[in-house]
Each structure stands twice: as C-alpha cells, then as structure tokens.
C-alpha cells in the first residue's frame, strides 16, 4: 500500500470570490481523503474579489472547526505582498493569531514591481519581517512578477519558511512552469529546504491532489514521500503553531 498524504496547507473556499466550495464542503473532501491536516487559506483582503479582514478575524474565533474528530484545520490566509518594502495586506496582530500564512503575489493587489530586482526586494523583505509560514507560488510565470529564485529560495530556507510546489501551476503542464518548478525544486536541494506539494484548490474536488507535483518529484527521482506532506514530524515542526500540536 502506498503511503498516505497527511496534509493539504493551501486550500480556498467561495469566500475567495473565485473559489466554488464552501467550508464544509473542503473540511469534508478532505476528511473523505484520509487527510489528518487541511488549512483553510482564502486570499488576503488586498484582492477585489476576496474577503474583508473581519471574515478572517470572525473565522479565526471559530475553535469547533480546530476540534473536529480526525483532522486538525488549520485556520490561515494566502495574503498578498503590497509594495516593494515587503508589507502583507493584513495587520501584524492578526498575521501572529491565525495558524497558517501562506504569502505572495496575485494580480489587482496593488503591487506594482516591474523589474525582477524589485520583486525579489519585496519578497525577500515579506519573507523577513513578516509572520510566514509558506511562500505561494514562488515566481510562478502565470503571474507578472518574476523574482530572483535562488535569492528568495535562500532567504525563504534561512528564515524556515516552506516554498510550495503548486498544483495549480502545474496541472497544464506547459513548459514554462515545469521549467520554473524543476529550477525550484533543484534550489530547495541546494539549500536543503524541504519540499511541500499544494493543492491550492479552488473547488472541493480537488483538494488534496497534488498529482502534477508528484509527477514533478518523480521525473526528478524524489520520492513523494519524502516531502512535507507525509511527515508529521516536519508537518509539527514547519506548519502547525506549538498551541495545536497534540501533547502525547
Ligand atoms: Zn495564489
Ligand atoms: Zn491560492
């Protein structure tokens, strides 16, 4: 039998404007996939279609969905970088009481870096004095803010902030994105930073498949299973805050 996956940590719902499922509706696909860990990470409120602030301070006091029998979620954000000094479109208090920040770029933020200089500034800055737990989509050429990928992978495994392979990015399996994800993955093994596989699921169907990933390690010799995703112990020590860990 193959191993199983534990952990899904970038997932949206319908409160991310051009997401299709709700809440429960994740929380149950992923509970069906047998995953021990889902985090909740709708797009930070800098996005015109995602949610204000209050949705992830309200959604944040909801201590029931932390205790559900059999899956611990995680309760977090995919917030956006806003300028070229680094800053996320979220207060610092609640970047420090979610469980889980993933960060990055997406269009119609208000970002506006035009040179790969300048976004690797801004991202190198993020990673630095902000609270984050998962960079998204690192330079990934769907979106038009390339970024020096060794600089920030550097800064990123410094710091221990995970870099996601991304489902999404590589389900079209166009050749720029391998490419990008192939140069990703050989600097996470130049820095001996660990590899995470994200669904980034837009609809409950997918979460927790990250098949183009595992694809991805395979034609490079890397077993899956070696990645973030399988390990509870780099799962506890990267990914879930010291007040969710389960005292045995
Ligand atoms: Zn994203
Ligand atoms: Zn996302």
């Given at each position: 039998m193959s191993p199983q996956m534990l952990g899904d940590f970038h997932v949206h719902t319908v409160f991310?404007?051009?997401?299709?499922?709700?809440?429960?509706?994740?929380?149950?696909?992923?509970?069906?996939?047998?995953?021990?860990?889902?985090?909740?990470?709708?797009?930070?409120p800098a996005r015109p279609d995602g949610p204000k602030l209050d949705y992830f301070k309200n959604?944040?006091?909801?201590?029931?969905?932390?205790?559900?029998?059999?899956?611990?979620?995680?309760?977090?954000?995919?917030?956006?970088?806003?300028?070229?000094?680094?800053?996320?479109?979220?207060?610092?208090?609640?970047?420090?009481?979610?469980?889980?920040?993933?960060?990055?770029?997406?269009?119609?933020?208000?970002?506006?870096?035009?040179?790969?200089?300048e976004n690797t500034g801004a991202l190198v800055k993020a990673i630095e004095k902000n609270r984050i737990t998962v960079v998204a989509h690192i330079g990934d050429p769907r979106f038009p803010y390339p970024v020096d990928l060794e600089e920030s992978i550097a800064a990123a495994a410094a710091k221990g902030v995970l870099v996601e392979l991304n489902q999404s990015a590589l389900h079209t399996w166009k050749d720029a994105n391998?490419?990008?994800?192939?140069?990703v993955l050989?600097?996470?093994?130049?820095?001996?930073?660990?590899?995470?596989?994200?669904s980034d699921s837009h609809i409950s169907y997918s979460v927790g498949i990250v098949s183009e990933c595992e694809r991805l390690l395979v034609a490079h010799?890397?077993?899956?299973?070696s990645t973030v995703n399988y390990s509870e112990e780099l799962i506890q020590q990267y990914l879930v805050p010291q007040y969710l860990v389960p005292q045995s």
């Open positions: 991310s404007g051009h997401a299709f499922s709700t809440l429960q509706e994740v929380v149950v696909a992923a509970q069906e996939r047998g995953l021990k860990y889902l985090a909740i990470t709708d797009h930070g959604l944040n006091r909801q201590d029931t969905l932390r205790q559900l029998p059999g899956i611990r979620v995680l309760i977090g954000v995919e917030a956006n970088i806003i300028n070229p000094w680094g800053e996320l479109d979220m207060p610092e208090k609640l970047l420090h009481e979610l469980d889980i920040v993933i960060a990055g770029f997406h269009n119609a933020t208000g970002y506006g870096g035009s040179s790969v200089s391998v490419a990008h994800y192939e140069r050989e600097l996470l093994g130049k820095y001996h930073a660990p590899i995470l596989m994200s010799g890397i077993d899956p299973a």
